[in-house]
């Protein structure tokens, strides 16, 4: 599925079988993929089908990249078709165990929080919060959902700000704060018969959905093709006609960083790197009865990469590992003169 298709155009059964094959075709991506076939399972109101999916997943006897983002996923989801009990038994297992990755806590916490169950989730966001941004300079991306549901739930409980939430506001970057946004009485201007307050209600939907759209794009980057010394060795040493592409290894590092910047400074939201190597390489060009000599398949390949789910978004922040591998900050690496 394209990410500029319109949802309401989606046969989300369809989607999910196409993407159950595509599995069995790239079993190292299997676990991004069926995942991606459970929220399609999930849209299209076959909730059993998505939980079989999240125990296959589960039972594998490959190990999980993200484990307790299956199963954060699996409890939201059986929640919805009336297995609370299973679903509470697998939350409490999820913040017992304390995960690094700040997804699982934003799915469980929204899932306490759609049940109403809104102490729970205040004490979950609370939880996953403390855990991940404790001494921690710069909140990374993928954490802003923690603090910002972690308002919301605070917001609706009438609790007073506290330094977390001083944090959150600091970072929404909307027009409309997030006090606005997340004021529980907000409804009640719906039905209002005055049209100012109505379309004062319109812009802050218009700013809400604004965020939405942002989180729900980063997945799908523009993505741009990384090699390692050694990979891009391999390469050139066995298709010499692509070391036009690629001069030297120093060249091939500065120039990903330029094209990212260029097309930054274009406005190209959503940008990213994806690692490539030649096995992998080789068996795209295999599948597209193509040479891996021709360069025209670099793009493609890229391109097929980040569908998968490979693509790390560029630029990570500066105190994070840079992109290339040299184990140094992107500040003093690659982001040096950003």
Same mark, same amino acid.
């Given at each position: 599925m394209r990410p500029d298709t319109p949802a309401e155009n989606v046969d989300h059964t369809a989607e999910a079988a196409r993407l159950e094959r595509t599995a069995g075709l790239y079993p190292?991506?299997?676990?991004? !993929?069926l995942l991606q076939a459970a929220a399609h399972l999930e849209l299209a109101g076959d909730r059993p089908g998505a939980t079989t999916l999240y125990d296959r997943l589960l039972a594998s006897d490959?190990? &999980?990249?993200?484990p307790y983002l299956v199963r954060a996923l699996k409890a939201s989801n059986l929640w919805e078709y009336d297995h609370e009990a299973e679903a509470r038994a697998i939350i409490d297992g999820v913040r017992a165990a304390a995960p690094r990755d700040p997804a699982p806590w934003v799915i469980v916490a929204?899932?306490?929080?759609?049940?109403?169950? !809104?102490?729970?989730?205040?004490? @979950?966001? @609370?939880?996953?919060?403390?855990?991940? !941004? @404790? +001494?921690?300079?710069?909140?990374?991306?993928? @954490?802003?959902? !923690?603090?910002f549901g972690r308002h919301r739930v605070r917001r609706m409980l009438g609790a007073a700000h506290d330094e977390w939430d001083a944090l959150a506001d600091t970072l929404h970057s909307s027009? *409309?704060? &997030? +006090?606005?946004?997340?004021?529980?009485?907000? *409804?009640?201007s719906l039905g209002s018969d005055n049209p100012a307050e109505l379309q004062a209600e319109i812009s802050r939907l218009q700013a809400e959905l604004s965020t939405y759209r942002e989180a729900l794009s980063r997945p799908f980057p523009v993505a741009v093709l990384h090699w390692s010394a050694p990979e891009l060795a391999e390469l050139t040493a066995a298709y010499p006609d692509l070391t036009s592409e690629y001069p030297s290894h120093e060249e091939h590092l500065a120039t990903i960083e330029a094209s990212l910047r260029e097309l930054a400074m274009s406005g190209t939201p959503n940008l990213g790197i994806v690692t490539a190597t030649v096995p992998s390489y080789e068996a795209f060009a295999a599948s597209e009865a193509a040479s891996p000599s021709d360069a025209t398949l670099?793009?493609?390949?890229?391109t097929t990469l980040a569908a998968r789910g490979l693509a790390v978004a560029w630029p990570p922040q500066r105190t994070s590992e840079c992109w290339c591998g040299s184990g140094a900050a992107y500040g003093e690496c690659h982001g040096v003169t950003q």
């Open positions: 190292e991506d299997a676990e991004h !993929l490959t190990p &999980l990249e993200k929204e899932a306490l929080e759609s049940h109403d169950e !809104l102490e729970a989730a205040q004490d @979950t966001f @609370t939880q996953g919060t403390v855990l991940l !941004l @404790t +001494d921690v300079p710069e909140p990374p991306y993928a @954490t802003l959902p !923690l603090l027009a *409309i704060s &997030l +006090d606005e946004l997340h004021d529980p009485k907000r *409804i009640w670099l793009p493609q390949y890229a």
